[in-house]
């Protein structure tokens, strides 16, 4: 049994694909699968039924998979440990944001701490959710942002600040003969929201409950095609304020604050329990803490 061997296993378990296991490999499709057939050899059992739409995990495969991803992670660990093992802030940081937070927050945040630290090698995701814990869990990523989540697994996550959310609408919309937005208000209006694997859509939504039901008209993957949308009074949306602060937005949008205490939400970081934390990961989350997220 070879640690090679065990990395296309795992890579295959994980997306139940040959094809897309060497694509993310950067390998050839025949490497994976006569690497597939020598460990299988070696330990005597077959580890996946080929099926026509791809492979699925046999009885023996499903064993296997906690105790091959444990190997690969103390191999991992070990290497991490090792390279930290200096003084200097240095190595590769794998950086992981929701789309509701990465545009705003990112660009200013990493270009500071990269000046702070050019030596280390900085790589960054922009994914939903789901699609981060999936990561954070799976180990490819170090440090994960992110508002609302229900945490399963060797995953720790803590709040670094919050911010208020705002109402946004076109120039002339009824709403700005009023300085605030009642709650009950939006129920009445056409809503333009993300897609539900959106947290901020959940987020929205949970406003909405106790004042009736949304009148969604539109749903969209991107904010920046919402806010086009509410830029040509195509209706409203309500957005972080992260968002209304950044710079380039439509003029013809305007930001109304909710009556009464604004409803937040938090900006959370993330990672896994079980990983070692090198330098840099701890070095990226003090600077995240340090710019103090409140929204003011």
């Known amino acids: ?28 499709q025949p490497t994976v699968s006569q690497q597939l057939q020598k460990l299988e050899k070696d330990l005597g059992q077959p580890l996946f039924d080929r ?10 495969g499903a064993e296997l ?42 660009p200013q945040l990493v270009g500071d701490f990269c000046a702070r630290n050019p030596d280390v090698e900085v790589e960054i995701r922009e994914v939903v959710t789901s699609e ?9 990523v170090d440090v994960g942002i992110l ?33 605030e937005v009642a709650l009950g208000q939006i129920d009445d209006e056409r809503l333009l929201l993300l897609h539900d694997m959106h947290c901020l859509t959940g987020q929205i939504q949970q406003l909405c409950d106790g004042h009736g039901h949304a009148h969604i008209v539109a749903r969209g993957s ?19 304020d992260m968002l209304k602060r950044a710079s380039g937005c439509d003029p013809a949008v305007r930001f ?29 989350e003090s600077l995240l803490r340090d710019r103090g997220l409140a929204g003011d």
């Open 222 to 240: 991107q904010l920046s095609t919402i806010m086009g949308m509410v830029a040509r009074g195509f209706g409203a949306t309500v957005v972080p």
């Open 132 to 140: 981060l814990l999936d990561d954070l869990l799976a180990g490819q």
């Open 147 to 179: 508002s609302s989540a229900e945490i399963k697994g060797p995953i720790h996550m803590a709040t670094v600040g919050e911010e208020p959310l705002w109402v946004a609408v076109a120039e002339g919309h009824p709403f700005l003969a009023r300085d």
């Open 1 to 28: 049994m070879e640690i090679r061997q065990l990395q296309y296993f795992v890579a295959v378990a994980r997306t139940s694909s040959v094809s897309e296991a060497a694509a993310t490999l950067g390998v050839s």
């Open 65 to 106: 998979v906690p105790h091959a991803e444990r190997v690969l992670q103390e191999l991992d660990d070990a290497r991490r440990r090792v390279r930290d093992a200096g003084e200097e802030v240095a190595g590769p940081l794998t950086i992981a944001a929701i789309p509701t937070i990465a545009p705003f927050l990112l």
């Open 256 to 284: 109304l604050p909710f009556e009464g205490t604004p409803p937040r939400r938090p900006i959370n970081v993330a990672w896994h329990l079980d990983r070692y934390r090198t330098r840099a990961a701890r070095a990226f």
């Open 51 to 60: 099926m026509p739409g791809g492979v699925q995990l046999t009885h023996a």
